[in-house]
Each structure stands twice: as structure tokens, then as C-alpha cells.
């Protein structure tokens, strides 16, 4: 069983920076891949950035590629999400999620993942 508890997200203007954690308990956390999606008002839950349980192989949306960093502390049960250059359309609620692994580059859908937090608003105003 794994808990998440996302934060930092908040209110920025476009071109700023904002970079989120998320808490896991438990003490199996460098076991878990984890992954961050986004869902923004009227639209469908979308992918973001996904790491391995190691940190060694991470994944991104095209549309954050460049802009966004996940990394993971396993120490500190904690992975972020450090966004960049911020755009208006990055505004969403930012969840985080755990699996134990991603089987055929299935990293990028929802189903993977077992466990997710309660999001954190971010908002970025033009």
C-alpha cells in the first residue's frame, strides 16, 4: 500500500516556474515506478512525465518535453516535478501516481498505476 500526498502546486505567471512533490508513505517507495499526469477543466486526465524506480529511465509528454523535469528521491520517499517556462495551458490539477513497474511502455496510461494522490492546482496565468 502506498499513500501519496502532492504539493506545491499554486497561482504563476506564464514563463515562471513551479516545482511539485509528492510524498509517498510506506517503505517500499524505491520499489514503485511513479508517474505525474494533469487534468485541466472540461478535458480528460493526461500524462505528464513518468521515472523508474531507479531514476535512471524517465519519460515525458511532447508537450512538456524540454520544459518539465521529474526526478525521485528514494531517501526522502519523494519524487518532483520541477515545470519551466510555463505556459497557460499548463494549468490543471497535478496528480501524482505509483505502479510497480511499466510493462510494455505502458507508462503513460492511466491504468498502470495503482496508487494516486489527491492532486495540487497549478494555475498560470498569461
Known amino acids: 500500500q502506498v499513500q501519496l500526498v502532492e504539493s506545491g502546486g499554486g497561482l504563476v505567471q506564464a514563463g515562471g516556474s513551479l516545482r511539485l512533490s509528492c510524498a509517498a508513505s510506506?517503505?517500499?517507495?524505491?520499489?514503485?515506478?511513479m508517474g505525474w499526469f494533469r487534468q485541466a477543466p472540461g478535458k480528460e486526465r493526461e500524462f505528464v512525465a513518468a521515472i523508474s524506480w531507479s531514476g535512471g529511465t524517465t519519460y515525458y509528454a511532447d508537450s512538456v518535453k524540454g520544459r518539465f523535469t521529474i526526478s525521485r528521491d528514494n531517501a526522502k520517499n519523494s519524487v518532483y516535478l520541477k515545470m519551466n517556462s510555463l505556459k497557460p495551458e499548463d494549468t490543471a490539477v497535478y496528480y501524482c501516481?505509483?505502479?510497480?513497474?511499466?510493462?510494455?511502455?505502458?507508462?503513460?496510461?492511466?491504468?498502470?498505476?495503482?496508487?494516486w494522490g489527491q492532486g495540487t492546482q497549478v494555475t498560470v496565468s498569461s
Open positions: 510506506g517503505r517500499t517507495f524505491s520499489s514503485y515506478a
Open positions: 501516481a505509483a505502479t510497480p513497474a511499466f510493462y510494455g511502455g505502458s507508462y503513460y496510461r492511466e491504468g498502470t498505476y495503482d496508487y
